[in-house]
C-alpha cells in the first residue's frame, strides 16, 4: 500500500473489478439454480423437440397431397390410423394418406404438415381436407427449438425461469455454476447501536449494516454481519481480520470522519499482501471511497452516508459480486433506461454525479424528477427509482434532455 | 360452473384477480423481509436521526455569529469543547461560542450549523471561521429523514433494501408481511417425461413444471411441482383435489389438446364450490386459459406450448401472486418501457399481442425486434427481453413506432 491519496474515476475502479478471479465452479439441482450464473457453455446433448411434433388437433399429412384443396372442392385422403400421444407412430405415410393427430403428438414417416380439424371432415375412413397447408405448417419440427451439439447458452448466461425450462426440456438437470460470495459487513462508528436496542442520547441506529445485507443478497451473495466495530484502530484490525478469513469480499462501513477513514485505510493495509487499488472515486455522492485487494479478496471502504453507500454498493460492489459468480459482462451493472429530465440538474465536471430520481411514466417515455436531499438521509433511496448519471466531462442536465437513469433492482 | 366458454379480455381477467383475499399476515424479522410487502401502514415510533448530527468534520456553531466570515477578516469563536461521537454534548453553546464535532456528532444545545474543518484554524482555544454557514449548513436535523408519529411506508410497499435500511433506522425489526402463497404445478400429457428420465420415442421432457416452478419463486411463491399426470380425468380430478387442499393457487399446464383441455374444465368443474371466471382470453399466445375460482383459491389451466405458458404466468399469475401477497397495485405488473419497433408487426384486432423482443439501446432509447418463433419454442422465451403490447384495439405497430414492452424480470 503505497500511493496514500488514489482517486479514480468510477470506470477506472470498475475495470479494476474485473481482474479479480471469478469464484470456483460448484453444481446445483436445475431448480436451484435460478439467478445464478453458467459457469460453462452449455451444448445440446439431443435434439428438442426429440422429434416432429403436431401444435394442433388435426390431421398429418404430406403437405403436397393438400395443394389446391377448397371448400367447395376439397382433397380426399386416406386415413390410415391415429397417432397416440406420447408413442412412435406404428405405420408411415404414403401418397394420398393422413393420420389422425393431437397437439403434441409425433409426425409419422411421409408427414410434414398438419391441417387442422377444422378444415376437415372425416367419414368412413376418408378425410376431405378443405384448406392447404405448406410443408412444416402446424408442426414444430425436430431439433427446431435446439439441434444435438449446438451451444445452447454461453458461460455467463444468467439462469431465468426460461433458462431452466431450456435445461429441463433438454434433460440437464446437474447444472455448473460458480460458488456465491460471502460477505462479511462491518460497521464502524461509536455512535452506532444496533436495530433491536433502545435508542440512547447521541447513539443512532446502525442502518448501513442492515441495507447492505438485503442489497448483497439481491445480488446473489452470502451476507454475514460482523456487527458494530468501534473507533479503535485495532479491534478494527482484529475484527477485519476474522471478516476476511471468512469471507469472499469485505465491506467496513461508516468511518466518514476523516479519523476513522483513516482506521479503515490502516487496518486494510495491515493485511498480508494488501494492495490498494483506489483511495477515493471522483463521484457524488461516494467520493470516500476505499478499495483494497488482498490475496484475490477484495475490501471495500463504503461512505459512512447511508445513500452514498448504497449508491457505490450498486455501482461498485453489485458488479464485482455478480463478477465473482461469472456472470456476463452485460449483467454487471443495473439496468439502465433513458428518461427526460424533470427540470436543469447542475454538475460539477470532472466527477460522475448520481442523483436519485424518481420516473413518472408519460406518452414518450418516463420523466426523471430529482430527489435533492442530502445523502445522509435514508428516505431518498427509499422514494427512488433509480440513479440519473450525470458524466464526468458534462455541467450538467437541462429539463427535457434525455438522460441514463439506472433502475433500482 | 355454468358458462361453458366465456371469453375475457386481458383486463378482465385482472380485475377479478384483485377480488381474491390477500393471504394471512405474519410477521418476519427484519432480514428476513426482502422482497416482501408490508401488510400494514409502518408509522415512526421516533425521530430519526434521533438528534441533530454534523455531516462534516468540523465546528458546531450557531450560524448567525459566522456571517460576514472571511478569509481576510475570520469570525473568532471560544471553543469551549469538543463533543465526543455517540455521547450527548455536556454542554450548550452561548453566543460567540464553538464545539470541535466529527460527521455523525450530536448537535449541542445552541448550536445550528457546521462549519467545515478547511474552514477553520484553531489556536490557543479560538478558533477562525473563515467562511459563513447558513443555517442548518453541514448538519441533518432531528427528524428530517422521518418524524415520530409520521407515516414511513404504506400498506403494500415492496422491501428493498433502502426499506430495510428505513426500519433498521427506526428500531422497526419485527415486520407484518403476508404470507407467501403456496403454489401447486401439474402438468399433463401422456407425451411428458420428467427431465431426469432418458428420452423415448414419442415422448417429450416436461418443461413447463420447471420453468413455472422458477417462475414462481421469482414472484415469492412457494412452488410446488405435482409432477405429470395422464390424460384420464379422474386421474387429473384425483391429484387436482389434493394439489387444492395444500395449496393457495394450482397450475395445470398443458392440456393444449381440445381433449384434455375439457379434462381441465370438468377436474376444476368438480371441485365443490367452483365457479369459472374465464374460458378463453383474447390475446395471443394464451388463448386456450381457463381460470377457476374455488373457495377463494386460484386454478389456472394454463396453455400448454411453453412460451405461452410464462406469458400466461406473467400476465396473469403474477399479479394474483403479487395480489395476494399485499402488494401495492403498481407492482403487481412486470416494469414497463417503451420501445421502438424495429419493423412492422402486423395483429389481428379484437385481442392483445404480445411479442417477444430482443432490446437494443440507442441514443434515443431502444429498439424492440420481434421474435417470430412459434410460441411451443422455449428458445424465444430465453432469447427475449420482455413482451411487446400490441392493445386489442390496434392492427399492428409500425416500423419506428413507440410501443409498450414489458420487461421479463
Keep these: 500500500m503505497h500511493e496514500f491519496f488514489k482517486v479514480k474515476k468510477v470506470s477506472e475502479v470498475l475495470s479494476e473489478i474485473k481482474q479479480f478471479e471469478s469464484l470456483p465452479k460448484e453444481r446445483v439441482f436445475l431448480l436451484e439454480a435460478l439467478g445464478r450464473f453458467l459457469a460453462e457453455d452449455l451444448s445440446s446433448p439431443e435434439d428438442l423437440p426429440p422429434f416432429s411434433r403436431a401444435t394442433m388437433d388435426g390431421y398429418a399429412v404430406s403437405a403436397k397431397d393438400t ?3 377448397r371448400e367447395t372442392e376439397p382433397v380426399i385422403l ?4 391415429e397417432i397416440l400421444m406420447g408413442e412412435k407412430p406404428r405405420f408411415s405415410l404414403r ?3 393422413a393420420a389422425r393427430i393431437a397437439t403434441g403428438g409425433m409426425l409419422p414417416e411421409g408427414a410434414d404438415a398438419v391441417v387442422m ?11 376431405e381436407i378443405k384448406k392447404p397447408v405448406a410443408p412444416y405448417e402446424n408442426i414444430i419440427q425436430q431439433g427446431e427449438d435446439f439441434k444435438k451439439g449446438q451451444i445452447v447458452f454461453a458461460r455467463g448466461t444468467q439462469i431465468t425461469p426460461a433458462v431452466i425450462g431450456v435445461m429441463a426440456g433438454l434433460g440437464i438437470t446437474n447444472i455448473p455454476v460458480r460458488k456465491k460470495p460471502r460477505v462479511a459487513i462491518l460497521s464502524t462508528g461509536d455512535e452506532l447501536i444496533p436495530p433491536e436496542k433502545p435508542i440512547e442520547p447521541g447513539k443512532i441506529r446502525d442502518i448501513n449494516s442492515y441495507s447492505l445485507f438485503a442489497a448483497i443478497k439481491e445480488a446473489g451473495g452470502e451476507p454475514k454481519i460482523y456487527g458494530i466495530v468501534p473507533d479503535v484502530a485495532e479491534e478494527l484490525f482484529e475484527r477485519l481480520k476474522v471478516a476476511f478469513e471468512e469471507n469472499d469480499v469485505v465491506l467496513i462501513s461508516g468511518g466518514s470522519s476523516v479519523g476513522t477513514r483513516d482506521y479503515t485505510l490502516k ?29 484475490e479478496k477484495a475490501i471495500f471502504g463504503l461512505p459512512g452516508q447511508v445513500a452514498s453507500a448504497l449508491l457505490i454498493f450498486y455501482l461498485m460492489v453489485r458488479p464485482l459480486l455478480l463478477h465473482l459468480q461469472g456472470a456476463n459482462e452485460k449483467h454487471l451493472f443495473l439496468k439502465k ?3 427526460y429530465a424533470e427540470r436543469n440538474i447542475p454538475s460539477a465536471p470532472g466527477r460522475e454525479d448520481y442523483i436519485r430520481v424518481k420516473l413518472t411514466p408519460f406518452e414518450k417515455g418516463f420523466t426523471a424528477t430529482p430527489i435533492f436531499k442530502k445523502s445522509g438521509l435514508i428516505s431518498s433511496m427509499a422514494e427512488a427509482d433509480g440513479f440519473l448519471r450525470i458524466p464526468e466531462s458534462s455541467e450538467g442536465i437541462y429539463e427535457g434532455e434525455l438522460a441514463e437513469v439506472f433502475l433500482l433492482p
Excluded at 78 to 81: F, L, M, P, R, S
Excluded at 117 to 127: D, H, I, Q, S
Design 78 to 81: 386416406k386415413v390410415i390410423g
Design 117 to 127: 380439424v377444422e378444415y376437415t371432415e372425416e367419414n368412413l375412413g376418408l378425410v
Design 337 to 339: 433506461i433513458l428518461a
Design 67 to 69: 395443394f389446391g384443396a
Design 267 to 295: 487496518a486494510i493495509s495491515q493485511l498480508p499482501g494488501a494492495q490498494l487499488i483506489c483511495h477515493g472515486v471522483a463521484v457524488k455522492p461516494g467520493k470516500p471511497t476505499i478499495l483494497g485487494k488482498v490475496q
Design 95 to 97: 401418397p394420398g394418406e
